[in-house]
């Protein structure tokens, strides 16, 4: 089961050793490929499919592996290539919808080492950094800093100060952004384009930083997820067109789904409070207090105002749970 490796990125954009004060292929070779096997009947199953590959890093000698949550969300299975060529049982330790992060822990000794973390505050804008998928310099990308700003997603996600760069690596899930001392900085989760000077799009990489991950991570490796209230979830996929926030769709079986809105509202207000911008309903969506409270909205459906409330949910709660260990 381990993950094909049958394509290389452009020699002119892969990493050369002696560009680097640290050992590279030590540090590449923490980085592992992940494949995830969840059940067709999970809630996420018709969103992010039932197969899922993309790639983590080692950060414990023992074979505790950072990787994106969506990878691990709902698995069922999950294998782990290793640069050393063996291939190893996974079981999932947890997952934390407010950052993003998922762990696993390799049922045997991956006996390669491991990536420490590094502190993602010095990705500033310029840095040079290497992004690291598994397979070593074939399949890893010498990229700089080119932001660090907010970042909202669709999915009633925001991270404040997520690390973009550039040039972007193709297969970006769970990739390893290292910095310029050989630690751990980010892991990858997205990738966007950005209007170069000519109009042309500049594809770039987003990162979750890891210093989001000190604080939660004793937590997660006991309880399985942050020991902190869940916030409100609404189960909606929202997008900014022309400077209002429109509804895409919403999760079936959700709360926006049991409170009837619909895709093509436009979000006016939430709690009274004009919204403006994702990052903003969110926000406010947040403020009102933990999952469950009820969020009143108001919302433009077919050119006239609707007010409506959603009762908030705990997101992790309509989801297939891992073993906890």
């Not at 093509?264 to 947040?286: E, I, M, Q």
């Amino acid at each position: 089961m381990a993950m094909s490796f049958d394509w290389k990125v452009p020699p002119e954009i892969a990493p050369s050793e002696r560009d680097y004060d640290y050992d590279l292929n030590a540090a590449l070779s923490a980085v592992v490929g992940i494949r995830t096997v969840v059940p067709s009947d999970a809630f996420t199953a018709d969103i992010l499919g039932t197969e899922r590959t993309g790639n983590g890093v080692l950060i414990r000698d023992d074979g505790l592996v950072l990787t994106i949550g969506y990878l691990v969300t709902e698995a069922s299975e999950v294998w782990l290539s290793l640069a050393n060529g063996r291939t190893l049982k996974g079981d999932v330790l947890g997952f934390d919808q407010e950052t993003g992060f998922g762990l696993i822990q390799a049922l045997g000794r991956p006996e390669l080492p491991a990536l420490s973390l590094g502190d993602s505050a010095d990705a500033v804008p310029g840095t040079r950094v290497v992004a690291a998928g598994a397979g070593g310099r074939d399949h890893s990308v010498a990229a700089r800093v080119i932001a660090r700003q907010e970042f909202a997603g669709y999915w009633e996600y925001l991270v404040d100060e997520a690390i973009f760069t550039a040039p972007a690596h193709p297969y970006w899930g769970g990739t390893a952004l290292i910095g310029p001392e050989g630690g751990l900085l980010g892991i990858g989760s997205l990738q966007l384009e950005q209007a170069g000077d000519d109009g042309e799009g500049i594809p770039l990489n987003m990162y979750v930083p890891t210093n989001l991950l000190k604080p939660v991570l004793d937590d997660m490796l006991t309880m399985g997820q942050p020991n902190r209230p869940p916030r409100p979830w609404l189960g909606l996929y929202a997008t900014e067109v022309d400077n209002r926030v429109v509804i895409a769709g919403v999760a079936g079986k959700g709360p926006a789904a049991r409170a009837k809105l619909k895709q093509g509202d436009v979000v006016v207000s939430v709690g009274g409070a004009k919204v403006s911008g994702l990052a903003g309903l969110f926000r406010k969506v947040w403020s009102l207090g933990k999952a469950g409270v009820d969020v009143p909205m108001t919302v433009v459906r077919d050119g006239r105002p609707v007010d409506l409330t959603v009762t908030s949910g705990d997101r992790n709660r309509f989801l297939k749970g891992p073993s906890l260990h």
